[in-house]
């Protein structure tokens, strides 16, 4: 059978599986059992096309559905869409979708639902998915179960943007003609998926219930699903460590406390689940002004910083030193750029060179825990060997996004999510055309290369794998030249977990996907 046929037919029924989930079997199963999971912190809100951070999108992944979702090397596979196709030109994609699909409230699902989530819902209310479809042209309806994109140019990702954290499905009936972001439903969110929302006890845990009618015949599994709020990382292990939680997101518990639990009976660690986020974290290098805005400086920094060390100390083996612009679990990557080994001398050669006359550099950790603190520890010490004058702004999470999105800042950590081409995840953050304040997660470093910026916008529109990699072999090297920013490390987020969880990640998105495929052993 030919891939084009595989994924055209469907999963279920078939026999076949997701990231190794065998959904006929699966279908056998009937809802049973309750799930503690942490959340971390606790979310601002669940109304997934609106609210866009980690904890919201764990819970709300089980509520709202994308058209697709993607296995471990990111191949996509059907879900409410059962097939597509792709016009020889590549600029029509047409999209079958599920028959009997029923939103939450028993509304039948349909292609009015797709037009209205992609063409007016979440451009108004999504900054990443606006920038997905600035290739649409135009979304039409060709019948209740057809839908058709049609763009204005090639755009070869273009069949990664449909995951359920990128274009959650959202109903017509219950938003169309209503103010978006203050819409009653946003409190009790009404999806297509597996479960759905019971309660939200604010700063204790929110409740989510199977749904009986759920389009996969016998899944979800698990009838119930607690996401316990628990206010610091001690008590959190500690609620792990007595049984009381079943699930523990990465970076719910500190780095060295990870092993530990891990080894307990009946507990276990895995890192599966991120490869479609692929999260690389960078100190963020504010190139407005000097001596920032000298190449050498940044180099220098660059130079100066012992990452072998950090993932060592601060990260107790969970992340691996980065090479450069792109993590290794994205397309084109490559490792055949500069690199900045650890040296202290010549870090201090190159700021002799760059000019650097003494100025004090403000240094803004990210206040997610201990290991990012411990991180930023080390990078001091590391900058102040090199002869740079360093002075620490600690701040809270609001703090940290109103400084870096504002630009007020000369170094600053942040890490952030790929999405598994560099047209979705990586361009975003060094053209030109991204310079905006209000985010701290575009160009927020104010690099400009009209080169840079003319690759990205060719590479784009190449549909030639071998060609477009070439483009991106250059964008790698043309970047680690210039050190717009200094990259650390991708993450290796650990997710914790007991044993009789079983099939806890069912696909590259993990624990933002659904716990509809996971089950309890008896």
């Given amino acids: 059978m030919k891939r084009r046929q595989f994924i055209q037919m469907g999963t ?62 990111l191949v996509p596979h059907p879900h409410l869409a059962t097939g597509w196709t792709v016009s020889p030109d590549k600029l029509t994609y047409t999209f079958t979708l599920k028959p009997g699909v029923k939103w939450h409230d028993g509304k039948p699902f349909s292609a009015d639902d797709v037009v209205f989530t992609a063409a007016t819902f979440l451009p108004k209310t999504n900054p990443r998915t606006r920038y997905d479809l600035a290739a649409v042209d135009t979304i039409k309806a060709l019948d209740p179960l057809t839908v058709e994109f049609k763009l204005k140019y090639p755009f070869d990702p273009f069949l990664g943007i449909f995951e359920t954290g990128t274009m959650p499905m959202v109903p017509k009936h219950i938003y169309e003609n209503t103010d978006f972001l203050n819409n009653p439903a946003n409190n009790t969110p009404i999806g297509t998926g597996p479960y759905k929302f019971k ?8 409740q989510i219930t199977a749904n009986a009618d759920y389009h996969i015949p016998g899944v979800p599994s698990i009838a119930d699903i607690y996401f316990q709020v628990i206010p610091d990382a001690a008590s959190r292990a500690a609620a792990f460590e007595s049984g009381k939680i079943d699930v523990v997101p990465g970076g719910a518990v500190e780095y060295f406390d990870v092993e530990r639990l891990a080894k307990l009976p009946g507990a276990a660690v895995t890192t599966q689940g991120w490869e479609f986020f692929a999260p690389l974290s960078w100190l963020c290098l504010n190139n407005r002004a000097k001596p920032l805005d000298n190449v050498k400086v940044r180099q220098a920094i660059m130079t100066a910083i012992d990452h072998e060390a950090m993932t060592k100390i601060a990260w107790h083996g969970y992340a691996t030193p980065a090479t450069g612009p792109f993590n290794s679990h994205i397309k084109y990557h490559s490792d055949k750029v500069a690199k900045y080994p650890h040296d202290i001398a010549k870090a201090k050669q190159l700021l002799k060179e760059g000019g650097y006359a003494g100025q004090t550099l403000r240094l803004l950790p990210l206040p997610y825990g201990e290991s990012w603190q411990r991180q930023a520890e080390i990078v001091r010490q590391n900058l102040t060997q090199a002869g740079i004058k360093v002075d620490m702004m600690n701040t809270d999470v609001a703090g940290w996004n109103q400084r870096l999105s504002q630009w007020d800042f ?35 470093e104010g690099y400009v290369n009209p080169k840079i910026d003319a690759l990205f916008m060719a590479a784009v529109r190449e549909l030639d794998d071998d060609k477009r990699k070439a483009i991106y072999d250059q964008v790698q090297q ?17 997710t914790l977990y007991r044993t009789k969880v079983q099939n806890l990640i069912s696909s590259a998105i993990g624990l933002d996907d659904s716990f509809g495929y996971a089950k309890l052993s008896s």
């Fill in 410 to 444: 000369d170094m600053a950590f942040n890490y952030v999510y790929q999405y598994g081409d560099p047209a979705l995840g990586v361009a975003r953050n060094y053209v030109s055309t991204n310079i905006a304040k209000g985010s701290p997660f575009n160009n927020a």
């Fill in 12 to 73: 279920a029924g078939l026999g076949l599986s997701i990231a190794g989930v065998p959904l006929s079997t699966l279908a056998q199963n009937r809802a049973g059992g309750t799930l503690n999971v942490i959340v971390q912190p606790e979310p601002p809100g669940l109304m997934m096309g609106i609210v866009q951070n980690g904890p919201t999108q764990m819970i709300a992944g089980n509520l709202y559905e994308g058209l697709l979702r993607y296995d471990e090397n």
């Fill in 199 to 206: 309660q939200w006890v604010k700063g204790s845990y929110i």
């Fill in 478 to 494: 043309i970047l680690v030249d210039d050190v717009p920013v200094a990259w650390l490390h991708e993450i290796n987020f650990p």
